[in-house]
């Protein structure tokens, strides 16, 4: 098949989808499968993102759907892959850090399931390299669903004959925990998400964004560096991804830990390496502050941490990998001020910026202006939520430290 005859067919087998799904409205339309056409959504990165061996079918879009809010694949019935991830909140939860079964709080922010098929790997540290990693280890995280294996949230739903029978309609086969996370995965590639004030902008529609926003675009690549991380690289300009798909160290979450003695906690614990160990020590455990460096075991990749993607970050609140940040200006205050002056293992980047509080608040306004036309009543009442909490709490803002020059590093300890 031909690229072009590849992009038309997942972009009619997304409108056939979405036209199933108008036909049988439910609840919560924002759970429904996206369209392909979308401003700002590149038909050949869409094309790209669809494994070639795992294509798209309705069938597997619908059984994943189903298995998406499906509380039987936890332990005790009562958490699914929406209760973190709910559409309602841009496929977040509004939590810090999530929740799994007993009550049991993890130590990462419930990063968006919209646009995780463009991701190079998944979650905060990156150790699950696809959809289907992703889709299968929280089901047997302790802290999470906490099944014992796959093959037991493959039981618990094998009871359902209608679980049974849509299986074997979208593999062709009696189901399988392959088929299970196949399924979830096939789901979440429909979830694309672009179609912003933004994007309609960057089309050539000058007036779809205000010149607050416009002003907060040109720093956005200028003064206030956030195409340091946020663009493929520093002199080309990203209206797609917003990210560099890479790790740092942003200075969060790090100084109240003893990193050393996580280090070596981290070289017995985890010597075998497995995914599932990993996975467990992230989630479960204050190991998860060493971020990346769970995965590669590299020092320099200590407590660093994927850069997000940006679409409808105003509406995926709060922020960082630890949701230790309740406001966009927050997140502006800790950038602007360069913080984590003793994190050894900072980011060359990060430094003063000396933003004034006007361009502070054009840098929200573009961010703002990121937010999927779904989402645009929550995005305004989120925004007004926001701009009201920052009038009266700005924990992060330090105005001398960011009009000041920038700190020496620190050397790191010894291990």
């Known amino acids: 098949m031909s690229r072009a005859a590849g992009i038309a067919s997942i972009a009619a087998l997304l409108a056939a989808s979405v036209f199933a799904a108008s036909r049988n409205p439910e609840p919560d339309a924002l759970a429904q499968p996206r369209p392909a056409k979308q401003v700002g959504l590149p038909p050949p990165a869409l094309h790209a993102a669809i494994p070639a061996d795992e294509p798209l079918t309705p069938e597997k879009i619908a059984l994943g759907k189903k298995l998406f809010f499906e509380p039987l694949l936890s332990a005790d019935g009562s958490v699914s892959c929406a209760t973190c991830h709910n559409p309602a909140l841009a496929f977040t939860d509004g939590r810090p850090v999530s929740i799994g079964i007993h009550g049991r709080a993890g130590q990462r922010n419930s990063p968006t399931v919209l646009n995780a098929l463009f991701n190079k790997a998944q979650f905060w540290d990156g150790r699950a390299a696809t959809l289907e990693e992703q889709a299968a280890l929280p089901i047997t995280n302790p802290s999470e669903m906490g099944q014992p294996t796959l093959d037991a949230a493959v039981e618990a739903i094998a009871a359902i004959r209608h679980y049974r029978h849509e299986f074997v309609s979208a593999f062709g086969r009696e189901m399988n925990d392959a088929d299970l996370v196949r399924a979830i995965a096939a789901y979440e590639r429909t979830l694309v998400s672009f179609d912003s004030p933004f994007d309609r902008f960057a089309a050539g529609d000058a007036r779809a964004i205000d010149d607050a926003a416009k002003r907060g675009w040109e720093l956005f690549n200028t003064k206030a560096r956030c195409n340091k991380c946020h663009a493929p690289s520093e002199s080309q300009r990203d209206s797609t991804y917003f990210t560099d798909f890479d790790y740092h160290n942003i200075g969060i979450g790090i100084l109240a830990h003893d990193v ?30 060493l971020g990346r460096f769970l995965v590669t075991r590299k020092e320099a990749d200590t407590a660093a941490f994927k850069t997000p993607g940006l679409r409808n970050v105003l509406v995926t609140a709060p922020y960082f990998h630890d949701g230790s940040q309740a406001t966009l200006w927050d997140v502006i205050d800790h950038y602007n001020k360069g913080d984590g002056l003793k994190d050894a293992w900072l980011d060359e980047d990060m430094q003063p910026l000396a933003l004034t509080e006007s361009e502070i608040d054009d840098l929200v306004a573009f961010l703002a202006s990121l937010t999927s036309a779904q989402y645009r009543a929550l995005g305004e009442r989120e925004l007004a939520r926001q701009r009201a909490l920052a009038q009266t709490s700005r924990p992060q803002r330090d105005t001398a430290r960011a009009f000041g020059p920038k700190p020496p590093r620190f050397k790191p300890p010894a291990p």
């Open 260 to 289: 050393a003695g996580a280090w070596r906690t981290a070289e017995r614990e985890l010597a075998a390496g497995t995914l599932e160990s990993v996975d467990r020590a992230a989630i479960g455990s204050e190991l998860s502050v």
